[in-house]
Each structure stands twice: as structure tokens, then as C-alpha cells.
């Protein structure tokens, strides 16, 4: 930049505040993959409903976690961690494989939508009973609700809601 560049770029700048900190939300414990996002082309080709393994999310065990879709803000997963919304409907998952849990989460979700629900509850189980004692379905529902767009935001349940064998999910209301 010569001195005539500098000086018009610092006049223009002159008025210039620094943007307040965002509001970000960090979740410990939770490291997501990033994965392609999709044309309207390739949307309309395919069923929203469709859910797959391809997101990588790792839980440590014993860690709570969320998710928020971006540009949600924060004060709406707060509110869905302290219970703001009242739990309209719920769907326990114990015994089923991954498969059927993958399909019937999907089966769950849409009814959800069409009876205009808001918060739902899905029961993962804390794997007590697979084998190593951990939870197979957890980080799965995690991976096939950050799929969904009319997933705004997920957490885990309070103790008396489930806690960590519970995730408490926060639907988008179609007008």
C-alpha cells in the first residue's frame, strides 16, 4: 500500500468499534467432523429423512453434551437444559439395534412435526446392558439429529428426565 491507500483506508476506518464478543456456544467433550453441505439440487434428490453414520461425533463417557444449530442463540439451549419447554412426547429406544433405532427416530421425528410438537425426549440408554458397558445409541442419535433441519437444538435430559441415558430435543414449529 502506498501512503495515499493507508491514510484513505484509516479515514474510512476512523469510526470503526471492534464487533462485541459472540455468543458462541462451546461444547466440551464434543468434536464434530465437518461434512459437505448439500446443493438444492442434491436436497431435493434425496429424503431429508434420510440418516447416516457419516458425522463423527465423539462423546467422552459420562460428558454431557449439545448441540445448537448455527445462528441459534444461546439462551435457547439454555432454556432447553433448564426445562423451559414442556416434553411433549418421547420415544424409548432400549433393545432396538442401530438400524431400527435409526428408523424409528426418523418415523419419531415426523409424526412429532406434523402434531406441531416442540420439545420431545428421546431415551438412548446409558449402555448397562451392551457389551463393554457403553453406550452404543447415544453418539448415533447425536450424528442422525445434526442431520435434520428441523432439529434446532439438543441436550442431555436433567437427572429427572433421564439424564445421561436421555436427550431432550427442541423441534422447529412449522407455521
Not at 142 to 161: I, K
Request: hydrophobic fraction near 35%.
Amino acid at each position: 500500500m502506498d501512503e495515499d491507500e493507508l491514510s484513505l483506508f484509516q479515514a474510512a476506518m476512523r469510526d470503526v468499534a471492534p464487533l462485541p464478543a459472540s455468543d458462541k456456544i462451546v461444547s466440551r467433550g464434543i468434536k464434530v467432523s465437518p461434512f459437505p453441505r448439500k446443493n438444492k439440487s442434491e436436497e431435493n434428490a434425496t429424503s431429508e429423512n434420510v440418516l447416516t453414520d457419516n458425522i463423527v461425533v465423539e462423546i467422552e463417557a459420562g460428558d454431557e453434551w449439545s448441540f445448537v444449530q448455527p445462528g441459534m442463540p444461546h439462551q435457547t439451549l439454555r432454556r432447553l437444559r433448564r426445562g423451559y419447554w414442556r416434553i411433549q412426547d418421547d420415544l424409548d429406544l432400549h433393545g432396538y439395534t442401530r438400524d431400527e433405532a435409526r428408523q424409528a427416530l426418523s418415523v419419531f421425528l415426523d409424526i412429532c412435526a406434523q402434531q406441531k410438537f416442540r420439545c420431545v425426549r428421546v431415551i438412548h440408554g446409558k449402555g448397562l446392558s451392551s457389551k463393554n458397558r457403553e453406550p452404543v445409541l447415544k453418539t448415533r442419535v447425536g450424528n442422525w439429529l445434526m442431520q435434520r433441519t428441523d432439529v434446532l437444538a439438543f441436550c442431555q435430559a436433567r437427572p429427572e428426565d433421564g439424564g445421561g441415558g436421555a436427550i431432550l430435543i427442541l423441534l422447529k414449529t412449522k407455521v
